[in-house]
């Protein structure tokens, strides 16, 4: 039997089905049961959508490949038929809001071809955005299509209070597009966050601060803040910071600590570990650059070259000794920052062109993670490349003014705890009851 058409009455009966699952709960006529109703049926209605065009659309799209074969027919003599290769639909996955694609390439088709064709895949369907990953197994000849038919990030949202938990591999910022957390990486990474004037680098920076805050609290993490536009994003935050620079004279002296920091780390770790694991009174130390090009592209000559000087070999040496950098820049432009290959991970706000997002999350990238597209209005949204390579678009929730004091009354730096991190955790002076069992790390 024709596969269309097979789709066609497996996908009329999955409707009907999802009709008959859904109407008990239109009977009770909450908003919840007829909401979820619709979903159900919505998603039924996505999946049999796929499964019947996805055929036409490889053919149309060129992905599919025809080949004429002649054959021999009794009583009718040789005809040609045609046949197509295709690429294959493995599995359609639905959400409440999402489509996934599982394709395998088709003989003599590259993964490339298939990566290529996601662009035209979300503008036939219309979906809001897309993304394009790895599949878990056959990952050299099958991918996943990832489909937001219905955006969860376009409303901000506003962080809360963290956890008192002392956390220091990652922090927690926001919603990925499928809804699901987003957490950054802040051990073993360095991090560049780039975005236009207003793009919401703020939202990041206090959400790595505020997120880390309770282990600031311990001594377990140690912020170190520079900036050089007059101190206006980081003293409202000032107590959660060990130390502020405001002036190149004064980041050029903390870069000189942390590298001498690092180059200390190093000795005392080396033949013992490959990675220092922070903890109370042992901590993680993290230097934050508001306006990185203020350092390094606007500063006098002199503060300039010794801060990227400095800035260099910190980014070379720190990583795995627990001396990070996680610095913010508005123009990604070579001259301002020829140090970007040095980051570990880079983040890609709303940037002014194609060129822009190629040159902060890597050649040929503006394709499949169009930060040049992200709206004014869309504060915080930004672009990631996830461990596996594959891009993600995410959006960092707003910290309010009151609660970045809040925190920082709360959990302000305690940098005297480094000679007692021997003391039993719940006599550290000032550390809230529910931290005092260590918390999770
Ligand atoms: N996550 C967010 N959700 C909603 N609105 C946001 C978010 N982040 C920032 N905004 C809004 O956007 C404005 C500008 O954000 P922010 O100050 O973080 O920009 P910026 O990228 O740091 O700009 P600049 O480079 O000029 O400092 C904020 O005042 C706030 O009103
Ligand atoms: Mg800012």
């Known amino acids: 039997m024709n596969e269309t058409l097979v789709y066609s009455v497996g996908g009329l009966v999955a409707l009907l089905v999802a009709v008959l699952v859904a109407l008990p709960a239109t009977r009770k006529p909450t908003l919840a049961a007829l909401v979820w109703a ?5 998603r039924a209605w996505w999946w049999l959508r796929f499964r019947i065009t996805w055929k ?4 149309e799209s060129g992905l599919s490949k025809r080949r004429t074969k002649r054959v021999k027919r009794m009583g009718v ?6 046949k197509w290769r295709d690429p294959r639909l493995k599995r359609v996955i639905t959400s409440s809001h999402s489509v996934t694609l599982k394709v395998r390439t088709r003989r003599g088709q590259a993964l490339a071809d298939l990566e290529a064709f996601a662009p035209k895949l979300a503008a036939t369907y219309s979906a809001d955005s897309y993304r394009v990953y ?6 050299g000849s099958t991918v996943m299509f990832e489909l937001v038919m219905r955006d969860l990030i376009t409303k901000p949202a506003t962080a809360s209070m963290p956890e008192p938990r002392m956390q220091t591999s990652s922090v927690l910022l926001g919603r990925r597009q499928s809804g699901k957390p987003f957490h950054l990486q802040i051990e073993q990474r360095h991090t560049l966050v780039v975005g236009a004037s207003g793009a ?3 939202s990041f920076l206090w959400g790595i601060v505020g997120s880390l805050s309770p282990a600031i609290a311990v001594d377990a993490v140690r912020a170190y803040g520079i900036d050089l536009k007059g101190g206006m994003e980081l003293t409202m935050g000032a107590p959660l910071f060990t130390k502020i620079a405001v002036k190149g004279e004064q980041a050029v002296e903390m870069l000189q ?4 920091i690092a180059d200390a780390r190093t000795e005392e770790l080396r033949g013992v570990s490959r990675n220092h694991k922070p903890g109370p009174g042992d901590p993680l130390y993290l230097l934050l650059i508001d306006e990185l ?7 006098d000559p002199e503060i300039r070259k010794e801060a990227e000087r400095l800035l260099k070999r910190l ?3 720190g990583r795995a000794v627990g001396v990070v950098v996680v610095a913010f820049v508005q123009d990604p432009r070579k001259e301002v920052i020829d140090m970007r290959g040095l980051f570990t991970q880079t983040i890609a706000l709303r940037v002014r062109s194609a060129m822009e997002t190629n040159m902060v999350l890597g050649d040929g990238m503006a394709a499949q993670a169009s930060a040049h597209r992200i709206l004014k209005a869309a504060q915080g949204t930004a672009w990631i490349i996830d461990e596996d390579g594959s891009t993600d678009r995410v959006r960092a929730d707003y910290w309010p003014d009151e609660l970045i004091r809040q925190l920082a009354s709360l959990y302000p730096a305690t940098p005297d705890l480094v000679t007692i991190s021997d003391a039993a955790p719940g006599q550290l002076p000032g550390m809230p009851l529910s931290l005092a069992d260590g918390g999770v790390r």
């Open 56 to 59: 036409g659309l490889a053919r």
């Open 77 to 82: 003599g040789e005809e040609s038929i045609e």
């Open 315 to 317: 980014l070379s040496i």
């Open 293 to 299: 090009a203020s350092l390094t592209a606007y500063a």
């Open 38 to 42: 619709c979903m159900l049926v919505r």
């Open 257 to 260: 600590e942390f590298v001498a």
């Open 200 to 202: 919401g680098k703020g």
């Open 134 to 139: 790895p599949a878990k197994r056959r990952a």
